[in-house]
């Protein structure tokens, strides 16, 4: 059986705490790609929101509740070229994604299990720090206007 084509629209969940320490992922099998929670949609009417919530869950353990760790959608969307060493994954001829960008406060205490199919290790650095650490642009700069975003 052969495996469905991912759909070429995704989410980007910046994971911070309330002192603006931002929680960063590193990809299995991809060393030194450090990322914020990401994923594609299951299905084309899949909500992004319940995207957003499931691949938080899915690759961190964190539950985005509704009550104390909040999911706040930025309503901003970017898009980018698939990187070609990705591009297999997706339709013939999808070149692009694109990337709505969401967060989580949460506390800085709060367990953390990886999905060890997909990411080794994790790190909390403060939000400068972590845009640098980044290996995606579009994820750097979402961290860099985290404080705009949050009203700090």
Known sequence: MTKPYKIPESVLVVIHTADLEVLLIERAG?????????????????????????????????????????????????????????????????????????????????????????HTAHVWLPYLEAADKCFSSSNAEAVLQLPRVLGR
């Open 30 to 118: 991809n060393p030194g790609f450090w990322q914020s929670v990401t994923g594609s949609l299951d299905a084309p009417d899949e909500p992004l929101p319940a995207t957003a919530t499931r691949e938080l869950f899915e690759e961190t353990g964190i539950v985005a509740d509704g009550e104390r760790i909040v999911l706040r959608d930025w309503h901003l969307s970017n898009v980018y070229e698939i990187y070609p060493v990705w591009r297999h994954r997706y339709a013939p001829g999808v070149t692009h994604n694109t990337e709505h960008v969401f967060s989580v406060e949460v506390p800085r205490d709060i367990p953390i299990l990886l999905s060890p199919r997909e």
